[in-house]
């Protein structure tokens, strides 16, 4: 995967008034943890930081007085209104070294004809990767399956490097069938009911 890179700085005051500050200079506060260091407390350009973010588990190589630190998102706060980013956690990450992430589960083809609808039951899949080698997603085939059908997480293929870390067993797609509609005369049967039920209005 592509490493981003994001000129940032460390941040010496603390509280809600500091990170308001940070904002209004189109900052976002963040902390980096990780490797049983003491976390370390960051202001990240917001816009740059946001276009990173597009792109699930980003790789991001922090410059930091002139050092850098590699790490990845790992919660990401948000204006529940304007949707900006409010605050973000940072993992620390060494080349080489193996995290566990949840990748996101695409699906591709359309399940056999007749309705037939898609659930997806886990929309990411826990899995271990190199740090450096994190997939951006998995893609999983549902062309042609019935209802009834289900992909386990062990049925879906894996990039190089990566193993599951969630049960092999566990369901991430299932098919299932349609709802039949009701019929027709039962609609109109149930409509002409709640006419009755329904009080008069008043002249």
Do not use: C
């Not at 193996?98 to 359309?110: D, R, S």
């Not at 999983?140 to 289900?150: I, T």
């Not at 566990?170 to 009701?182: C, G, H, K």
């Amino acid at each position: 995967m592509a490493e981003v890179k994001i000129a940032a700085e460390l941040r010496t005051e603390f509280g809600k008034g500091a990170a308001r500050r940070v904002r209004r200079a189109h900052q976002v506060p963040g902390v980096i943890y990780g490797h049983g260091a003491e976390p370390k407390h960051v202001s990240i350009p917001g816009h740059e930081l946001l276009l990173a973010l597009r792109t699930a588990n980003v790789l991001i190589s922090l410059e930091l007085d002139g050092s850098s630190e590699l790490v990845i998102p790992k919660a990401v706060q948000r204006d529940p209104l304007k949707g900006h980013l409010e605050h973000v956690d940072l993992l620390a990450v060494k080349r080489g070294e193996k995290v566990t992430v949840e990748i996101p589960v695409q699906t591709e083809g359309e399940p056999a004809p007749g309705g037939n609808l898609l659930e997806h039951v886990l929309n990411t899949l826990p899995v271990e990767a190199e740090a450096t080698h994190i997939p951006t997603a998995v893609t999983v085939s549902v062309e042609g399956l019935e209802a009834g059908a289900s992909i386990l997480a062990k049925d879906i293929e894996l990039p190089k490097g990566s193993t599951l870390a969630v049960d092999e067993d566990a369901v991430v797609i299932q098919v299932v069938a349609a709802q039949a509609e009701a019929p027709e005369e039962d609609t109109e049967e149930a409509a002409e009911g709640a006419a009755e039920e329904a009080p008069a209005a008043e002249a």
